[in-house]
């Protein structure tokens, strides 16, 4: 979608996409965008560049309001969308939609809160007067990941647009039609044409002529972290140029021997588990005193096998669903393959799930491994598949330097009742987002208003956090005035 115009960009070829629930389903083709069509998007977000960014922030956020509503409005249609294109259970599928919904309001309410960004300084003398004022960019180009594939480019678009700037999007290839819903409640909100512009394609093509064009003004992206670091190295080459990206994450929980066992077994196992691990915020790693480590793994088995139901997406007793594909499985299978080879020992999980309606999708077991060195691989490599790794520990200042030891810093947990404790995980983990004592998921479920999202070290490029106050303002840069009152 370019300018508003569906593009028939269907002679480069489609690509079809099956349902990871089940590959016989084909969710949606898709024509193959082209280096050519990515110049054509960039061209019109530039040309509509001046008259979106000149248009006044109430305007602005009138339109994206209405959007949010929408999004609300039509919230079964993207849950659907979602559990067939990404596999993703219906619960955590409705509760997208109103976040992305969420993340919309926030951030028109935060402009509207500083007044577009406008804030008068201290008179240089009599008759003058100055003032900072925060401006867009121009073109923003999003490239958004399919695993959050309606909240995360929401949440990516929404601010580029908010602050005035235009937006040349690459959705992933895996989830165009989530994609498409945005585009479709952005239009009907009444956002003109040439704003927004929707380029379905490869990497190596449409992510390619994003980062390479001199139009395109900033770029927000959520992926890998090899991706996000290649982005941020080579984005800019005239002169400095935005780059925010958010890149994943290995998270860490930390258990000590004063911790409510029950309730961190709980929390691990949402964490770990839930979109069948397939979040950034995912808990991938546990560290535990050793004088709690069996009692704690044998209620973190008895709450995954009884509660950690796996299942076809739309199904009401579902906890989660499939893995995205075959490579997803292959990475799975290969973590496995290596803890074993290494010594270690599977204490639930470890097997693909072939039976009934599940034999034609990507179903694997959610997966804990222990008995491995804590500088094995998967205490390191971010997998993304619902697999967790526990390591015993004789201290809390051991667990945290286990903790930290990795290149990522995004989400963190910790569990346990004594203050202490809690204030010296949070004085000393190295993340972006940090929870203690969470029963809803040791490391995961940021929420617009409630609770900031973003990362430190390898996971993040801001230091500054999304849903949050300070976030909104990376989108816009500052020019400051000084005006002389004859």
């Not at 067939?84 to 109103?98: D, L, Q």
């Not at 040791?442 to 390898?458: E, L, V």
């Not at 909104?472 to 002389?484: C, D």
Request: hydrophobic fraction near 40%; aromatic fraction near 10%; proline fraction near 4%.
């Amino acid at each position: 979608m370019i300018n508003g115009v569906l593009v028939d960009a269907s002679e480069h070829g489609e690509q079809a996409h099956a349902s990871p629930a089940d590959t016989r389903l084909t969710v949606s083709y898709f024509p193959k965008a082209t280096q050519e069509d990515a110049i054509e998007a960039i061209r019109a977000a530039k040309l509509a560049a001046n008259e979106w960014g000149r248009t006044s922030y109430k305007e602005r956020i009138a339109v994206m309001r209405k959007a949010a509503d929408l999004m609300v409005e039509r919230g079964w249609q993207a849950a659907a969308i979602m559990a067939y294109e990404v596999g993703k259970a219906r619960g955590e599928s409705i509760a997208e939609v109103y976040e992305a919904a969420e993340i919309i309001r926030y951030n028109c309410d935060a402009i509207e809160r500083a007044k577009g960004f406008v804030y008068e300084l201290s008179s240089p003398g009599k008759g003058q007067r100055t003032r900072s004022v925060l401006l867009p960019y121009g073109v923003f180009g999003v490239i958004a990941p399919w695993n959050f594939p309606v909240a995360l480019f929401t949440g990516m678009t929404s601010c580029a647009l908010i602050s005035g700037n235009t937006v040349v999007a690459k959705p992933a290839s895996e989830s165009p039609v989530s994609a498409y819903f945005l585009w479709e409640c952005l239009r009907d909100a009444g956002l003109p044409d040439g704003v927004f512009n929707l380029v379905v394609g490869p990497a190596s093509q449409v992510g390619e002529t994003i980062r390479a064009s001199e139009s395109v003004d900033g770029i927000a992206f959520t992926g890998s972290y090899d991706v996000g670091m290649y982005l941020y190295r080579n984005f800019s080459t005239t002169y400095p140029k935005p780059v925010i990206a958010e890149m994943g994450g290995k998270n860490p929980v930390i258990i000590t021997e004063n911790a409510d066992l029950d309730l961190a077994a709980e929390g691990v196992a949402r964490g770990a588990f839930g979109f069948s691990g397939q979040k950034c915020s995912a808990t991938s790693r546990v560290y535990i005193d050793k004088r709690v480590k069996g009692d704690f793994l044998d209620r973190l088995v008895d709450f995954t096998s009884k509660k950690i139901t796996v299942g076809f997406p739309t199904e009401r007793a579902s906890f989660t669903g499939p893995v995205m594909n075959n490579n997803a499985v292959q990475t799975w299978q290969q973590a496995i393959d290596d803890s074993v080879a290494a010594g270690g020992r599977v204490v639930i999980g470890g097997n693909r799930i072939t039976d009934g309606e599940l034999a034609h999708g990507y179903y694997v077991q959610p997966t804990v491994v222990d008995d491995l060195s804590p500088e094995h691989r998967v205490f390191r490599d971010e997998l993304f598949v619902p697999f967790l790794a526990v390591q015993e520990v004789e201290s809390l200042e051991e667990g945290m330097r286990l903790a930290n030891d990795v290149q990522f810093g995004l989400t963190a947990g910790v569990y346990s009742n004594d203050e202490r404790e809690v204030q010296y995980f949070y004085d000393n983990i190295q993340a972006g987002v940090t929870y203690s004592n969470r029963r809803a998921g040791a490391t995961t479920g940021a929420w617009p208003q409630n609770n900031t999202f973003g990362g430190w070290k390898g996971s993040g490029s801001t230091g500054h956090n999304a849903f949050g106050p300070h976030y909104l303002q990376h989108f816009m840069r500052e020019q400051s005035r000084w005006i002389v009152k004859e």
